[in-house]
């Protein structure tokens, strides 16, 4: 039998935010152990909370292999890394006051709207071992501010939102980028229909399910059979980011111990098809590559997700790729796709753009467009969002339908 | 159990979760496990700010409330706080599914609901991949306050969902179906069911053609009807978005007529299924309460805090998705009431509109949006050629105000996969239902 194990601390804290107070404060401890035996290309796994006997444990999962799930070993042998990226972005100790700080300086610079919602940090230790002398561990810290706003003239539930995950904070710069969002709020604007679209990338999350490796050996699914051909714009570049210190605080090794070279993989490469989402088993099954992507909750047989995944920002400043006016989608509301890919995307709130800076609000509208136009013909760029200095996303400018 | 301290208000929410899952693909077993997972979540209020932890060392509650006091400030007149004064007090044991409880199931039962209906997949040669769920989950809730409740009560839901993945080569779908109890020897799986589910897939991955955007009439299966219900109305409902927002409550003035008379929605924690929740997670006991009633603005969804803040009653809408977190304003089971129309003469009004009768998501905020699944178009009130429909929405009360028609039979919709989100807290555990709705415009692409 050989087995592995992955043992998960983790702490938050979670402070709320409610008209524009601060109204709680919340402690999350938790530490979780898996344990998976490997037997004749069988699984059983076991998991337990809190402080556990993992002699125990391993038995437990060992007793599980009775289950008869078809699961294969092959364990990464003789490797050994670990990262520390735990540095505290806020001191615990500190969070409660510096939200305070924060809240009251909003409340004081923008008396016309109201703040809501959490800002969290959260700490992590992660560590995986197996049977074959293999270990790696990793600790990181990260911060996410995600901030709802509303104009105390408004009906709406919410009018506007603000936040990302970070690795850094500085108020002086939150306030800063709530202020380009809420200086030209009221300032009403005409939409011109022929101007490019600017939305965050992870709108398109939408399509990801059809490069996963099941669906897409099935035969069924958006890119069946595209596997290596080039089906976007030479620009588009789509990989699995599992470097250390990404502020989304993943490990740099997936659920069942996948380290990847250089800590990427490539999906779409210059426009081709050339990945798949995997984890062990369909990597194994359909011959293809580790993608890094093994998920497991609690107890759970590792499947593959999506994690990690990310629009590869080029190399151009958006202000220069786009070259002039677009429409920055910054509220929408849930958005599909057709089987035949054709995007639907309410937009609650969109702002004009020009040269890196908002400069006022438009109506309300649809955007549609089939994804192999959206990322094809039509895709202009993938570039670093320039408005704001403390939020780190990647937005994709193409052109839409717009549907008032 | 714990020793609370005078000068604070505090209570302690303990939930015992036992989950099963089991989950086939192509036929193949790649899941099969049963948790028993023990979490507490304990509060501490001051009269100014909520201290929160979630433990998962069931074992040392007392050390996580006095690390709480000790950040908390003692308030020897915290008891005459509204928020606190709004909080019931019950000493009540509810305890339903003990007795039919799915810990005692053995897990080759639970494999067998699922490994008796694999024939339909091998039937159909569209289908290019099959997975199959059990899901069963069986809750045991434990509430402690400082101002003396002791509840003890239980939540039960098992189901099976099937999932064909159908391709020609050139087209695909996804098509499901699923099957939900509250007792494991109440859930019903056929073939028949499974078989039919395979085949409306086919023909509507054969058969669908693209929809031109634009408005039309919709009518709404009830358990879309349910999820409109959800969306477009009872996420205004949530009171927590009216905190110290004096807009919002003159716009949301009880006794104001917000939607067609013809329409009332409420929202009961008592209905049987996945929204059922006798006792909220602050301890109070859950009613039934009219967010419409015909057509006016009759009442909105609590937590004490809201209440206070509203000057109105606690409703039993205080949840968490589980001991992790603090429990905020959710709904638990929203339905749209019946009309006096068959189904029939629902339809038979329509001359060219789209039928949506299943779905994928929705969503809600000022404007609310359906991701559909199957939806068909109505051609001279006949249900026609299955269509792609990536969205359907409209603004709230605007499309409130053109529903024209309603049947006169309400089916409740359960889930036991996915369930509803509201920040950082998903999935919520609700149920949604209504009968069959005529929309004399919605937005369609």
Known sequence: MQYEKLITKKTTRSVSIAGSKVASVRINNSLTTVARAFEYDKIGVFAANGVCDEVSLLDQAQCNLKQGIPYPCRLAADLHRSEDYSAPVIADDELVERCKALVSRLNQAYPEYIFSNKINTEHIDVSYSNSSNTSYGYKGSNLLISLCIKSKDSANIMDLSYGDYCLGYNEDIVVSDIGKLLAVYKNKLEISEDLPVLIPASELEIALGDVVAEKYMSGAGLFAGKLGQKIFDSKLNVEVNRRPGNKRNLPFFDAEGTVLSGDSFPVVQEGVLCGLLTNRRSAVKYGLPLSGNANAEFDAVPSPGIGGIRVVPGSRALKDAVGGKAIYVAVTSGGDMTPSGDISLPVMLAYLYEDGKLIGTLPQFTITGNIFDVLGGNFICAAENDVFEGVDETLIASKFTINK | ?445
């Open chain 2, 1 to 445: 159990m714990v020793r609370f301290r005078q000068g604070y208000y505090a209570d302690v929410r303990i939930e015992d979760r036992f989950t099963t899952t089991v989950r086939y693909r192509n036929g193949s077993l790649e899941e099969c496990r049963s948790s028993s997972v023990k979490k507490a979540f304990i509060r501490v209020y001051d009269g100014d700010m909520w201290y929160y932890s979630s433990t998962d060392n069931v074992d040392d509650i007392q050390g996580e409330l006095n690390k709480l006091y000790a950040v908390a400030t003692a308030n020897f007149h915290v008891y005459g706080d509204l928020v606190i004064q709004k909080l019931q007090v019950h000493d009540k044991t509810r305890l339903r599914f003990a007795e039919n409880c799915v810990k005692d199931i053995p897990v080759e039962r639970k494999r067998a609901v699922l490994a008796e209906h694999f024939a339909p997949f091998a039937a159909n040669e569209h289908v290019k991949m099959s997975s199959a769920l059990y899901s069963d989950r069986y809750s045991l809730y434990e509430f402690y306050s400082s101002k003396g409740s002791k509840i003890k009560y239980d939540y039960q839901l098992c189901g099976a969902v099937f999932n064909a993945t159908l391709s020609d080569g050139t087209n695909s779908f996804d098509n499901r179906c699923d099957f939900i109890a509250q007792n494991f020897e109440d859930l019903a799986v056929t073939d028949e069911a499974v078989s039919d589910m395979i085949a409306e897939g086919d023909n509507f991955m054969l058969n669908a053609k693209p929809v031109v955007p634009g408005e039309y009439p919709v009518i709404l299966s009830p358990e879309v009807a349910g999820v409109f219900a959800h969306e477009s109305f009872g996420h205004k409902s949530e009171s927590d978005f009216m905190i110290g927002d004096e807009t919002m409550r003159k716009e949301w003035t009880i006794g104001k007529a917000v939607g067609s008379e013809m329409l009332s929605i409420y929202d009961s924690g008592l209905v049987e299924g996945s929204g059922y929740v006798p006792y909220d997670d602050e301890g109070t006991l859950a009613g039934k309460v009219y967010l419409i009633k015909n057509g006016v603005l009759s009442g909105r969804l609590h937590s004490a805090s809201t209440a206070v803040d509203l000057n109105e009653e606690v409703t039993g809408n205080a949840r968490a998705i589980n001991c992790g977190y603090e429990p905020i304003v959710r709904m638990t089971s929203t339905i749209i009431e019946a009309g006096d129309k068959t189904k029939e003469e629902l339809f038979a009004g329509v001359s060219h509109g789209y039928f949506i009768k299943t779905y994928k998501h929705g969503s809600g905020m000022s404007t609310f949006t359906i991701a559909p699944a199957l939806a068909y178009e109505i051609v001279d009130g006949k249900i026609g050629s299955p269509v792609k429909i990536a969205v359907v929405c409209g603004n709230v009360f605007e499309t409130l105000n053109l529903i024209d028609g309603l049947s006169n039979e309400v089916v409740v919709h359960s889930s036991v996969t996915g369930g509803c989100g509201k920040m950082e807290q998903f999935p919520l555990n609700v149920a949604f239902g209504g009968p069959y709705v005529s929309i004399s415009k919605m937005n369609v692409s």
